[in-house]
């Protein structure tokens, strides 16, 4: 029995300043505007049953963001999605334009799937997450050095404040790739950017872009940060989240460098 | 006109709560600055998420854009860190809709809800990049206009502000617009600046303060004056007649980033004769106008669809007075097109109109917040402040909520009231002990929350002539309560700071001398001095020493009846002398009645005006006894005006 809708839905332009906790809030109001019946939350103060995936840091903008709406018993025919309908064919489709056009300037849903029997969570599931940055400060082959140095050394320590305690971290086991693409558009003083591509994994812990950034050297500025795909990885098997295009095993940039 | 946006998107990675900084609100509107259209930047001086729900910008927001003459975006007080990255990147004050340069408007409007964010104002006036001193403006800058509460004593103010604005801006601001048009159209020329002004001081409810004098004698203010023949003597304040010809804000802005009052918000009505002598909003806002309960249904169901809220607030002064409000608030609940899940909060609740009845209907969704305001802790006191509720209706209210399933409620208090004795004081903490123990009757771990502000008298009330308790005389009294309270199980005491209490007074019912003051705080770097983390009373101690003044001579002393007060040639209709004698009345322990609903004591809030209560109802709503067992339903003379149905044309 369909008992839930996994969608996949961009935050990119403005919006992307917004929180977590704002884009919930954002979502909450879109579904309820929308009408269609969604699962309440038990409880003293009932909320609507929706589970989102790894929080994306406050700033960044993403291709890749993933969410479950969870539906009420029979409610689903409301939804108009059959299973095992994928993705952004027919009624999908309809609901991804009706969501957007719900949702603020930015929010583009992209993809939705009929989702039957309980899955895992998305927060549990993801191991890792591909990112598309854009740095000023250096020359993309300065950064590229940097880059090599980086994924040459066995431990890389930044300091981060957890709880109001300073602790050091080691970025290293969580950087499974990272290589320069190519120079960015400079900043509006004249400070030269450059692209690059990540996959961070997200266990035991997430790091952040920002984070990296600092692993690279304080004198870089992180520009933009996209998340561009979130990996689920099992069994030496990787895919999305929203299988939609197939199981993919290696969808790595022609220029990423394999972390060993 | 060049966007900032570029320059400004660099800066937001590294500052607090970025998205306050982005605009993207549903219900923002696309700009286009076009000529023949005068650009307002309208200017909450305080942080986004307290600005942005102000109902009056959002009013007034609307109604600039849906001209063809004008156009509007609007602006908040950047946080301390995105303030100190502005000025160290050189960005100046910019529009969170089009991230224009404040500059490139030809007016500033700032709203003035509350005195402490003077230092803000000064500080935004600078960032946009012009001189804080009106008289070092030149022609070429944009006006800086203010309007809100706080402009009934704008004498604080008078040396940075151009124009204020007195009263309901709904009407008037239309009019300023039309002043502007040619100045605008004239490239905002120096000596069209001096005639523009001379303009807007001939447009009713508008107040001009370098068209007047402000002369001292002996270290007392002698008068306020008007230069010349032309300009009026008394400036008086706005008034709609008719809250129902006025349904905005049509397009309630919902922000992309958590704010406070995340929720719909409608006006239910404008003004309150209930008569609280400390109240300021209750004696510069009469009369009542009520707006009609099809009209607050038809703005309620459409604000909900429009914005996909779950939660409505009923906005005014004392929302359970609105006639027939448990009928309204059950119409909400129960209306199907809401799929029965709209919570409804009504933020301003008398006690002796809470009734059960309305307990239910609001508790059917969810326990919104309840807030009780007895204000005083004893009957005496109660009758000196003229909130007139007596013992028996603020447990009847606290029963009806317990029993209706709320845990949690909080009530206002006051101290520093005229004529307070400790006794007064200590009442606070009897009143709430009880209430937890009704709280008791019902279910275990009940809390209740007294929660204690320091009076600060204000302009155009009848404690304006009180002088304000000392910051040590209240700090005393905050620790007589907090003994009495410690120990009751369930009693919670929450109290303002005394040195801010001050401080508010001193912008209060301060005079023209004291905008030098607030000058000299702010360049000291005292902005945001109504955070708690960034007051610093020193900073006022050292700047009012400064200009030869004291705490004593502004806040805490007494004003006597033949005294020159700054605010007496501005008007929101009362008559000095009505203001005069319900100040004795006070002293006296004399209790006035609510002149919706028993005959007219002739304050002249309606007589000077030609308006009236419009009022759906002539009777209190129930259990409304006012207090003072007189009976209330003797309403014939009363210059009550009845809603009438709404037609659809009027919508």
């Known amino acids: 029995m369909v008992d839930a809708v996994r969608f996949r839905f961009a935050k990119q332009g403005k919006v992307r300043f917004t929180s977590h906790r704002d884009l919930a809030r954002m979502w909450e109001r879109a579904l309820r505007r929308s009408g269609l019946p969604v699962a309440w939350t038990q409880g003293f103060s009932p909320r609507l049953q929706i589970s989102f995936g790894l929080a994306l840091p406050t700033g960044c903008e993403s291709v890749a963001e993933y969410l479950d709406v969870h539906l009420p018993d029979g409610g689903a025919a409301a939804w108009g999605l059959s299973v095992p309908e994928a993705g952004r064919g027919g009624g999908a489709a309809t609901l991804c334009a009706r969501l957007s056009s719900l949702l603020p300037e930015g929010v583009e849903v992209t993809a939705a799937e009929a989702v039957a029997g309980g899955r895992g969570s998305l927060q549990q599931e993801v191991t890792s997450c591909a990112w598309e940055l854009e740095v000023l400060g250096l020359a993309a082959g300065d950064v590229a050095g940097r880059v090599e140095r980086f994924l040459d050394a066995p431990s890389v320590l930044v300091r981060r404040e957890r709880k109001g305690r300073l602790d050091e971290d080691d970025l290293r086991p969580a950087v499974r790739s990272l290589s320069v693409v190519g120079p960015a558009a400079s900043g509006p003083d004249g400070t030269p950017g450059s692209r690059l591509q990540a996959e961070l994994a997200t266990h035991p812990r997430g790091v952040r872009p920002a984070e990296l950034m600092q692993g690279l050297g304080t004198d870089l500025v992180l520009r933009r940060a996209c998340r561009t795909q979130q990996w689920i990885e099992r069994d030496g098997v990787r895919f999305e989240p929203l299988v939609t295009t197939g199981p993919s095993v290696d969808t790595d940039a022609p220029h990423a460098r394999r972390a060993s | ?651």
Request: one cysteine or more; glycine letters at 10%; hydrophobic letters at 40%.
């Open chain 2, 1 to 651: 006109m060049d966007s900032l946006w570029e320059r400004v998107e660099l800066l937001l990675g590294s500052v607090s709560k970025p998205a306050r900084y982005v605009g993207g609100e549903q219900g923002a509107r696309d700009v286009v600055h076009r000529a023949g259209a005068v650009a307002w930047l309208l200017i909450y001086p305080d942080t986004y998420e307290i600005g942005l729900p102000n109902q009056g910008l959002q009013i007034l927001y609307e109604l600039l854009n849906d001209r063809d003459d004008a156009v509007a975006e609007r602006t908040y007080a950047p946080w301390v860190d995105m303030e100190a990255a502005m000025r160290s990147a050189g960005v100046p004050l910019f529009s969170v809709e089009n991230h224009l340069a404040a500059r490139a408007f030809d007016v500033l409007a700032f709203n003035l809800s509350a005195e402490l964010v003077y230092t803000n104002v000064l500080n935004l006036i600078d960032l946009a990049g012009l001189p804080v001193r009106r008289a070092e403006r030149e022609g070429g800058d944009p006006l800086v206009l203010a309007g809100g509460h706080c402009a009934f004593n704008p004498e604080p103010l008078a040396d940075f502000v151009d124009a204020f604005v007195l009263g309901d801006g709904e009407e008037v601001v239309g009019e300023i617009n039309a002043v502007l048009g040619p100045w605008k159209a004239g490239a905002r020329r120096v000596e069209d600046r001096r005639r523009v002004l001379a303009a807007l001081a001939g447009v009713e409810g508008v107040y001009v303060p370098s068209l007047y004098d402000a002369s001292f004698a002996e270290g007392r203010l002698v008068g306020v004056t008007p230069r010349g023949p032309q300009v009026p003597a008394v400036v008086h304040k706005r008034t709609v007649a008719d809250l129902a010809e006025w349904p905005y804000p049509r397009q309630q802005l919902v922000p992309l980033t958590e704010v406070v009052h995340d929720r719909l918000n409608v006006e239910v009505f404008r003004g309150c004769t209930r008569g609280c002598r400390f109240c300021q909003a209750g004696m510069i806002t009469r009369p009542v106008r009520e707006r009609p309960a099809a009209q607050v249904q038809e703005m309620v169901h459409a604000g909900l669809e429009r914005t996909g809220y779950d939660e409505v607030a009923l906005t005014s002064l004392s929302t359970a007075d609105f006639s027939g409000i448990e009928s309204t608030v059950r119409d909400i609940v129960q209306d199907p097109r809401h799929g029965r899940r709209v919570a409804v909060s009504l933020p301003s609740l008398r006690v002796d109109a809470f009734t059960v009845g309305t307990a239910a209907q609001i508790g059917q969704v969810k326990r919104t917040g309840l807030t009780f305001a007895p204000e005083g802790g004893t009957w005496r006191m109660r009758k000196v402040i003229n909130k007139l509720i007596r013992e028996e209706d603020l447990y009847g209210a606290v029963d009806a909520a317990f029993s209706q399933g709320w845990r949690r409620i909080k009530l206002y208090f006051l101290i520093g009231l005229p004529t307070e004795r400790d006794e007064d004081v200590l009442g606070i903490a009897e009143l709430g002990a009880r209430c937890v123990e009704i709280g008791r009757r019902y279910q275990r771990g009940v809390t209740v929350t007294a929660s204690v502000g320091g009076f600060v008298p204000k302009a155009q009330t009848p404690f304006q002539w009180f002088g304000q308790d000392t910051i040590e005389e209240l700090a005393r009294k905050v620790i007589l309560l907090r003994n009495a309270c410690r120990g009751v199980k369930g009693l919670t005491l929450r109290w303002h700071d005394p040195e801010a209490t001050a401080v508010e007074g001193i912008a209060s019912r301060g005079d023209r001398r004291v905008g030098a003051v607030i000058e000299r705080v702010w360049r000291a770097g005292g902005t945001f001095q109504e955070w708690t983390e960034r007051f610093d009373l020193s900073l006022w101690q050292e700047a009012l020493a400064a200009e030869g003044l004291s705490l004593e001579s502004v806040v805490y002393r007494d004003r006597s009846e033949d005294e020159a007060l700054p605010w007496d040639h501005l008007s929101a209709g009362l008559h000095r002398d009505f203001l005069w004698s319900d100040w004795q009345e006070a002293l006296a322990g004399t209790g006035v009645e609510d002149c919706r609903w028993t005959p007219c004591y002739d304050c002249g809030a309606c007589t000077e005006y030609g308006v009236e209560h419009v009022v759906a109802s002539a009777l209190p709503p129930a259990g409304g006894s006012q207090g003072t067992g007189q009976d209330l339903r003797t309403g014939d003379r009363v210059p009550v005006r009845f809603v009438t149905a709404v037609g659809a044309g009027r919508q």
